[in-house]
C-alpha cells in the first residue's frame, strides 16, 4: 500500500527541512520526502493543504498508556513510566509490555526500567537485563535517588551498558511531605511546601556525579528557575546533561492551586511567575532538550479531596501540542526549536528508530494546523480520565491526522 | 491621623453599603480571607448583644428553634466543640456532635461522600473541624446548608478569630489603629491567619515575632511586619498574643528544645515590660504554662484576657450561626 502526503508543509528537525512537498509511505516506511517528488500510480493522495507534516511526537513520560489521547494528540511513541501497578524492575515485565507493543500495529509503547529495586533508592535494578529486553532508559520516577553513594554507583553501572539514567530533581529530604511552591500563595493557604531550590541542589549533586563517573544524566520534569539555571551552567561546563520539562509548568504559576484546586497539583508543584517565564526561555535558547506530557489518568475519586490528600497528576497527551505551540505563537520559542523537543531529540537520547523525515525510517507522522484555533473541552477529551487544568482554555494549534507505520490512525475529520 | 477612620470604618471601601444590601453577603463561613470590613462588624455587632445574654441567669433565646446543627470534627477539640455546641443550644438549636472516632471517615468514605450523607439528612448548619487545609471549602461546596468552619489545617480558624477581635473591641474599644503582636508557631497555625486578615482588614497593625524556622516562608507579604527577637516586636505594643506550640514541634528540627523556646519566645514579666503598661495578653489555649507564657502573666487578671476569650467564643459562635440561618428564619415569618 501507498500513500501520498501531498502539499505539506514537510519540518523535519533533523535535517532542518522547512519546505513544501510531498511525503511517500509505502507499507510501513518513508521510501521518499522532499519538495520535488513525483506522486507514483495507484497511490492513495492526501492533500494536507499546507499543514505542518512533522516526524510523530515522542513523549518521554507517561504513566498510562492511553493510546487514544496519544494519537489526536500526534504523539506516535510513548515511553511508560516504572510507577505501574506492577513496578517495571525486572525483564520479563519489560518483555511483556514491549511484547504486547509490538503484536499491535497501532502505537509504539517502550516502557523505562526503574533504576533502583522496587524504586526504593536502595538496590540496582537489573539494569543490562531490562535494556536487552527493550527498556530504553532507566529511572525511579517521581522518587529520586538520594542516596549519593548508590547514585554514584548507578550511573558508573549504566555507563557500562551506555543506558541512560532518568533522575527525577528534588532533594527528597528539603521537599519533605510538601505538596506546593513555598511562596505566598502556600503560605496563605496553609499547604506544607517545597522551595525551588530543592530542584536545583539536586541538579547540581547528579551533575558532580555525572562529571566524576563520565555517564550522562537526564533531569525529567524541570519546574523552576533556579533548576534551568543549574543546568545550563552544567551545560557550559560540558557535562553530559539534558532535561525536560511539560508543558503545564510553561503554562500556569502557583497562583492555579489557589481555592484548593486539586486539579492544578502536580508533582514538581507548579511554581511562581518567574520560574515559568524561565523555562520557556530555556526552551527556547535549547536549555531544556525535550517536552514531555508526564501523562497521568486520575479518576476525580482521587481528585476531589482535600488538597492535601488528593492524587497528584494531570492528562496531558492530546493538548501537549496545542499548548506547547503558545509558546511559538508568543514569538519566544522557534517552531523548529519547539518540534525538535517532541521528536528528533528524544529518539536521539532514546537509541529509536523515528523521529526523523528520512527515507527508509518507520512512516510515523503527524499531520497538524499550526493556526487553528480551538478551545480545551475536559469532557471532549480522549483521555481515559478528564483530569486537566486546562479545561475552557483557548488554545492554537490543533493536530489533523495521525499516522503510524504509513497508516492513518486518527484523522480528525472522520 | 485622620478622624474619617474609624475602628468600624477602617477603609473609604468600607464606608459604601454593600451592593447586595445584606451586611453579611455570605452563605458560609469559611474564612476571614474574603470577608470584608463590613462583615466583620456586622457579626462582632451581633455578638456584643449575646455577651449580655450570657451573663443572665436565663441564657437561651431559642430563636433558632426548630433547626439543626451537626458538629462534625475530624479533628479531637475540646473546648471549640463545646463551645459551638453550647452556642448552638442557647439559640434553641438541635445540636448533634460528631468526632472521628464515631465517623465512618475511618472506614475510609471519601469526604464528600460524608458531606453527600450529611446533606440528605437536611441540616441548618454544619461546624466542621479538619486537619487538611482547604478541606472545609471543599465540603461546602456539596452541601445546602450553611457551613462553618472550626478549622481546617493550617488554613483558617474564623471564629477564633472572631472572638479575638471582639476580646480587643471590648477592653481597648476599638482594633484600628491598635499595635497587636501575634507570637508562636505561625507557621502550623490557623488561628495566626484568620487574626492576620481580621486584624488588618481592620485596621491594626500586625507583627508577628517568632523564630525563622516558625515562620512560612513571605509571609510579610500578607500585610504584617516580621521580627524575630521578642523585645523588639514588643516595643509598645497594645496586645499580645501568644500562640500553643505543638510538642510534636521538637521533632523535625523546628527548634532545639522546649527550654530554649522559652528563654528566648515565651512571654515572661520582663519581656513584657517593653509593650504598653495597659498591654492585653491572650492566648487561644489550651496554654502551655512555661513554655510559651509564663504562669504569673497568664493569671494576672489586668493583663490576660484568656478566660474573657473562651467566654466572647461562645457569643461569637452564636452571632455567627444566627447570622448565617437568619434566612430560614425570614422564610418563616413569611
Given at each position: 500500500m501507498t500513500t501520498a502526503f501531498i502539499n505539506a508543509r514537510l519540518m523535519d528537525p533533523a535535517s532542518n527541512m522547512d519546505t513544501l512537498g510531498t511525503l511517500i509511505a509505502e507499507n510501513e516506511h518513508i521510501t521518499a520526502v522532499g519538495p520535488d517528488i513525483t506522486v507514483p500510480d495507484g497511490a492513495e493522495v492526501?492533500?494536507?493543504?499546507?499543514r505542518i507534516l512533522c516526524p510523530g511526537l515522542i513523549d518521554m513520560r507517561v504513566h498510562a498508556v492511553d493510546v487514544d489521547a496519544a494519537l489526536a494528540g500526534g504523539v506516535t511513541t510513548v515511553i511508560l513510566q516504572p510507577d505501574q501497578t506492577t513496578i517495571i524492575d525486572s525483564d520479563p515485565v519489560v518483555e511483556r509490555i514491549r511484547g504486547r507493543s509490538k503484536d499491535s500495529t497501532a502505537f509504539s509503547v517502550y516502557p523505562m526500567g526503574a533504576a533502583t529495586q522496587g524504586l526504593k533508592g536502595e538496590q540496582l535494578a537489573e539494569i543490562g537485563q531490562m535494556q536487552q529486553s527493550g527498556a530504553v532508559a532507566f529511572t525511579d520516577c517521581r522518587k529520586p535517588v538520594s542516596d549519593s553513594q548508590i547514585m554514584r554507583r548507578l550511573m558508573e553501572y549504566a555507563g557500562y551498558f551506555n543506558a541512560l539514567i532518568v533522575q527525577f530533581p528534588q532533594d527528597k529530604s528539603l521537599a519533605g511531605d510538601g505538596i506546593a511552591h513555598e511562596g505566598e500563595i502556600a503560605s496563605r493557604l496553609g499547604l506544607a511546601a517545597i522551595p525551588a531550590a530543592a530542584e536545583a541542589m539536586q541538579i547540581d549533586r547528579d551533575v558532580r556525579l555525572a562529571e566524576l563517573t563520565n555517564a550522562r544524566i537526564h533531569f525529567s520534569m524541570l519546574s523552576s528557575r533556579d533548576g534551568v539555571e543549574a543546568i545550563r551552567a552544567a551545560k557550559k561546563r560540558g557535562a553530559k546533561v539534558t532535561c525536560s520539562t511539560a508543558p503545564h509548568y510553561l503554562h500556569l504559576n502557583e497562583n492555579a492551586v489557589e481555592g484548593y484546586r486539586t486539579f492544578a497539583k502536580v508533582s514538581p508543584p507548579l511554581r511562581a511567575e518567574e520560574d515559568r517565564l524561565a523555562l520557556i526561555d530555556g526552551l527556547a535558547d535549547g536549555t531544556i532538550d525535550t517536552l514531555v506530557s508526564d501523562h497521568d489518568p486520575q479518576s476525580a475519586d482521587v481528585k476531589r479531596l482535600p488538597f492535601g490528600q488528593a492524587t497528584p497528576g494531570v492528562v496531558g497527551l492530546e493538548t501537549m501540542l496545542a499548548l506547547a505551540m503558545s509558546t511559538v505563537h508568543s514569538g519566544k520559542v522557534d517552531l523548529m526549536t519547539l518540534l525538535r523537543s517532541l521528536t528528533e531529540t528524544p529518539a536521539e537520547l532514546l537509541n529509536l528508530d523515528t523521529g526523523r523525515l528520512e527515507v527508509g525510517r518507520y512512516a510515523d507522522l503527524a499531520i497538524f494546523d499550526p493556526e487553528k484555533p480551538w478551545v480545551i473541552d475536559a469532557d471532549k477529551l480522549s483521555s481515559s480520565a478528564k483530569n486537566t487544568p486546562f479545561d475552557t482554555l483557548p488554545v492554537q494549534g490543533q493536530v489533523w491526522r495521525t499516522i503510524v507505520g504509513g497508516k492513518t490512525l486518527f484523522n480528525r475529520e472522520t | 491621623m485622620s478622624t474619617h477612620y474609624t475602628d468600624t470604618a477602617p477603609?473609604?471601601?468600607?464606608d459604601v453599603s454593600p451592593p447586595s444590601g445584606s451586611l453579611f453577603p455570605h452563605k458560609h463561613l469559611l474564612g476571614i480571607w474574603n470577608m470584608d470590613p463590613t462583615s466583620i462588624k456586622h457579626l462582632l455587632d451581633t455578638a456584643e448583644k449575646y455577651v449580655d445574654q450570657n451573663r443572665q441567669s436565663h441564657k437561651t433565646s431559642p430563636i433558632c428553634a426548630g433547626l439543626t446543627q451537626i458538629n462534625l470534627f475530624f479533628e479531637n477539640s475540646t473546648r471549640t466543640l463545646m463551645s459551638f455546641e453550647i452556642a448552638g443550644k442557647r439559640l434553641g438549636m438541635d445540636t448533634i456532635s460528631m468526632s472521628t472516632g464515631s465517623s465512618s471517615i475511618k472506614k475510609g468514605e471519601t469526604l464528600l461522600d460524608t458531606a453527600d450523607t450529611l446533606n440528605a439528612m437536611h441540616p441548618d448548619a454544619l461546624v466542621v473541624r479538619h486537619a487538611d487545609s482547604g478541606a472545609v471549602q471543599l465540603l461546602s461546596e456539596k452541601m445546602d446548608c450553611a457551613v462553618l468552619n472550626a478549622g481546617d489545617g493550617r488554613s483558617e480558624h474564623p471564629t477564633q478569630a472572631l472572638l479575638d477581635a471582639l476580646t480587643i473591641r471590648r477592653r481597648k474599644g476599638q482594633i484600628h489603629g491598635q499595635t497587636i503582636v501575634i507570637s508562636g508557631d505561625?507557621?502550623?497555625?490557623r488561628v495566626a491567619r484568620s487574626n492576620i486578615y481580621l486584624l488588618s482588614a481592620m485596621g491594626a497593625r500586625v507583627r508577628l515575632v517568632a523564630p525563622p524556622t516558625l515562620l512560612p516562608t513571605d509571609i510579610e507579604r500578607l500585610g504584617v511586619e516580621v521580627y524575630h527577637r521578642m523585645d523588639e516586636g514588643l516595643e509598645g505594643a497594645d496586645v499580645v498574643m501568644m500562640l500553643r506550640l505543638q510538642q510534636?514541634?521538637?521533632?523535625?528540627?523546628?527548634?532545639?528544645?522546649l527550654r530554649e523556646y522559652y528563654r528566648f519566645w515565651g512571654l515572661t514579666s520582663e519581656k513584657l515590660k517593653y509593650a504598653k503598661d495597659d498591654v492585653l495578653v491572650m492566648h487561644p489555649g489550651p496554654m502551655n504554662r512555661g513554655v510559651e507564657i509564663a504562669s504569673d502573666i497568664a493569671d494576672d487578671l489586668d493583663k490576660s484576657a484568656i478566660r474573657e476569650q473562651v467566654e466572647m467564643g461562645v457569643a461569637v459562635r452564636m452571632a455567627c450561626l444566627d447570622v448565617l440561618t437568619s434566612h430560614l428564619r425570614q422564610e418563616k415569618k413569611a
Open positions: 492526501i492533500d494536507c493543504k499546507k | 477603609y473609604p471601601r468600607a505561625i507557621a502550623h497555625s510534636e514541634r521538637m521533632q523535625g528540627a523546628f527548634l532545639p528544645s
